[in-house]
């Protein structure tokens, strides 16, 4: 860790809020607080299946809830703030970890290098600043998730959201997704459909240490 990332660490929660709170009918699907995740075992910092954000990002998701809501559609987060030891074990696991249990499910056509390489895994992540975000569509009639033409946390070029190789409503799905989150602050990247960043974030150089646990906000 570079001595810049650890003079930037704080364990301050205090401008940090249950997402739950903003938009009580969001949809939680925590992937790393679970084993079913490109690693394969719960994720250090994870200590309750919730998503935290920071009070501004959060208050930029409802209004993106509310647009949906007028589609029929909720919001299914699958990762919000990320512990930055979280981070750390991805980085650990990417250069020392020999074990590649997940690779079928998650990265097939790549090397475990190349995923820090290709942008699928950053060393300092955005998400420890607290106003990142990682979700999909869910359509309330259906009760199913809508169809982006690939899974969360693939990584490879299905999931680029400008990828072409899926069907005209999969892509339109992504726009979509995308469109809303622009409206309401919120910035893309160009390796995950899912993954949004807060473009005005409070934080822009503090990356946050303490858990994701509901009753650490509480302290």
């Not at 074990?89 to 097939?108: A, C």
Request: hydrophobic share 35%; aromatic share 14%.
């Amino acid at each position: 860790m570079s001595s810049d990332y650890r003079e930037n660490l704080t364990m301050d929660p205090s401008g940090f809020v249950l997402l739950a709170d903003y938009v009580p009918h969001i949809i939680q699907e925590i992937r790393y607080y679970s084993t079913y995740n490109f690693i394969g075992e719960r994720i250090d910092g994870y200590e309750e299946p919730c998503a935290l954000l920071t009070k501004e990002a959060a208050r930029a998701l409802k209004s993106v809830s509310n647009e949906f809501a007028v589609q029929g559609l909720r919001l299914k987060v699958f990762d919000a703030y990320r512990p930055a030891r979280a981070v750390r074990q991805f980085v650990l696991w990417g250069i020392e970890d020999q074990d590649i249990r997940m690779k079928p499910y998650f990265y097939p056509d790549l090397q475990k290098q190349e995923l820090f390489s290709g942008g699928y895994i950053a060393k300092k992540s955005s998400h420890s600043r607290g106003s990142a975000i990682d979700l999909t569509l869910l359509d309330m009639e259906i009760g199913k998730e809508v169809d982006m033409g690939g899974p969360f946390d693939f990584f490879g070029e299905l999931s680029h959201p400008d990828f072409k190789g899926i069907t005209d409503e999969q892509f339109e799905n992504r726009m979509n997704l995308q469109r809303v989150m622009v409206r309401n602050g919120f910035a893309p990247i160009d390796c995950e459909w899912w993954h949004f960043c807060l473009e005005d974030e409070p934080y822009p150089d503090t990356y946050f240490e303490f858990p994701v646990s509901s009753a650490y906000l509480l302290k």
